[in-house]
């Protein structure tokens, strides 16, 4: 999902994407990425929208990846290994 108005004002940004769903099993499951919280970055780009991040997400498929992300406001990173574009569905 991309950023609420609210949300944007809150982080002081306009950019990434929020984690609405994230499946049991999956890359971002194993790498601890949690509902609600809020990519950044992956592979050092910035994610901009939730589009852009589909096609990160395709551009890394299969290969292990630094994503960085908000969690109650504070920044964490960690290594995820996207496997297609579906992925970008368990997590936006």
Same mark, same amino acid.
């Given at each position: 999902m991309s950023l609420t108005h609210d949300l944007r004002k809150r982080l002081e940004r306009n950019t990434g994407v929020v984690a609405q769903i994230v499946v049991q099993g999956t890359p971002a499951f194993r790498t601890n990425i949690l509902e =609600?919280?809020? !990519? !950044?970055?992956? %592979? =050092?780009? +910035? #994610? #901009? +929208?939730?589009? =852009? /991040?589909?096609? $990160? !997400?395709? $551009? /890394?498929? %299969?290969?292990?990846v630094a994503i960085d992300l908000l969690r109650d406001v504070q920044l964490r990173s960690t290594a995820n290994r996207p496997m297609s574009n579906s992925d970008s569905q368990t997590l936006v």
């Open positions: =609600g919280d809020v !990519l !950044l970055k992956i %592979g =050092g780009a +910035d #994610i #901009i +929208d939730v589009a =852009g /991040f589909a096609e $990160q !997400l395709n $551009q /890394f498929a %299969g290969r292990t």
